[in-house]
């Protein structure tokens, strides 16, 4: 089993920034894949950023050039930097990793952007 643990999430003003974080403990993994998914309420949740063990990245079109995901393999964290935050961004923030013990969530932090 793997946890995750979430955090970064709160308050901002359009413009400005906020850092999250996701750490991953358990017992001998391997991270294979690491995603960042936003939801609103009343819709499906979305992919915004991807990272993979080969190091290659995705960003959605909506947050490309604002957002950077990354990790830190000795913490076993994965980071999504957003930088130029607007309202449209609010949203509970979850990241998602694939493992060599299976998928597992993070348990959410809500990202709220005030006009």
């Known amino acids: 089993q793997v946890q995750l643990v979430e955090s970064g999430g709160g308050l901002v003003q359009t413009g400005g920034s906020l850092r999250l974080s996701c750490a991953a403990s358990g017992n001998n993994f391997r991270i294979d894949l690491m995603d960042w998914y936003r939801q609103v309420p009343g819709k499906q949740r979305e992919l915004v950023a991807r990272l993979s063990s080969g190091a290659s990245t995705y960003h959605s079109d909506l947050v490309e050039g604002r957002f950077q995901i990354s990790r830190d393999n000795a913490k076993n964290t994965v980071y999504l930097q957003m930088n130029s935050l607007k309202p449209e961004d609010t949203a509970v923030y979850y990241c998602?990793?694939?493992?060599?013990?299976?998928?597992?969530w993070g348990q959410g932090t809500q990202v709220t952007v005030s006009s």
């Open positions: 998602n990793l694939h493992t060599s013990r299976g998928v597992f």
